[in-house]
């Protein structure tokens, strides 16, 4: 890396990023529904003031956090670890297939493609230890779903995203791939380093003065879709790694743990997915 990851410079551009991939989606919340939960989220705050008696000095330690929040351009950072996981759960309590796990910040569409054997974008001599991942995409009558695609992206060898994080090419380690008419996938990549959220910012001011720590063990993100399929977000994992117990993002599961087995060369590991149809 020549230059460094700034809070502010990242979580600029996951606002970006976040508006103009999702904020469509956001519009047309009925008011009886927005009364009743923003009803229940005041009523749980009001409810901790006066079990801990909250002073006006905590309280305007508060209203400053939470405008350095936005000076820092961390609202996306702030809801993606400490409240999309449940959001996750609730949205994919339903499914028969791979239930999934938090998107984060860092997705971006329109990776290159790939068909259904190959390499993500690399730089020459790219960090990390080769990982070469097979699988096969089904769906839950064990069919194989026609134009099944799995979307790639994640963390170099030093826990940084292109487009996020300077220096990087645009699409490093960003990658589609299209499984073959079995549903079967071959992907070339590098192992992923554990990931700091950034630490020079408001998120990291609410680390520090909790004690908590900053950490999401390495993890490959994955969104995978299919024509007439619901569309599984995932992250997938790698045992050993000391932060799989206490992610920051509290996004681990058991069933999103890889086996990867050393080969000559670097490693080699089998993970395939099982979508949902879509409910009629
Ligand atoms: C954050 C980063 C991630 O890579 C992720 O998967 C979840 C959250 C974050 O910085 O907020
Ligand atoms: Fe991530």
């Not at 070469?132 to 099944?148: H, R």
């Not at 994080?165 to 589609?176: H, V």
């Amino acid at each position: 890396m020549t230059a460094t990851a700034t809070a502010a410079a990242s979580g600029a551009n996951a606002t970006e990023r976040f508006k103009s991939d999702k904020l469509a989606g956001a519009a047309g919340t009925p008011p009886e529904r927005v009364d009743l939960l923003a009803r229940e989220v005041l009523d749980a705050v009001h409810a901790t003031i006066r079990r801990h008696k909250v002073t006006y000095a905590e309280y305007n330690a508060l209203k400053a956090w939470l405008i350095s929040v936005g000076e820092d351009g961390e609202w996306p950072l702030f809801l993606d670890v400490w409240v999309e996981h449940v959001v996750e759960e609730v949205a994919t309590e339903h499914r028969e297939g791979n239930k999934g796990t938090i998107e984060g910040p860092y997705y971006v569409p329109g990776a290159p493609e790939r068909g259904a054997h190959g390499s993500v974008p690399m730089r020459e001599g790219e960090p990390g230890t080769p990982l070469t991942w097979t699988g096969q995409v089904t769906s839950t009558d064990g069919t194989a779903p026609a134009g099944a695609k799995i979307e790639l992206w994640h963390a170099d060898a030093d826990g940084f995203y292109s487009q996020f994080a300077p220096g990087i090419p645009e699409w490093n380690l960003r990658a589609s791939f299209t499984v073959d008419a079995e549903g079967r996938f071959e992907i070339h990549t590098v192992r992923p380093a554990p990931y700091q959220i950034p630490t020079d910012g408001a998120c990291g001011k609410l680390i520090a003065a909790a004690g908590w720590h900053a950490w999401r063990p390495a993890h490959l993100h994955v969104k995978v879709s299919a024509p007439g399929h619901e569309l599984l977000t995932a992250q997938l994992y790698f045992p050993g790694d000391e932060h799989n117990d206490d992610d920051i993002a509290s996004a681990v599961k058991p069933e999103l743990m890889l086996s990867p087995r050393p080969v000559d060369g670097g490693e080699t590991v089998e993970y395939g997915f099982v979508l949902d149809p879509e409910r009629s």
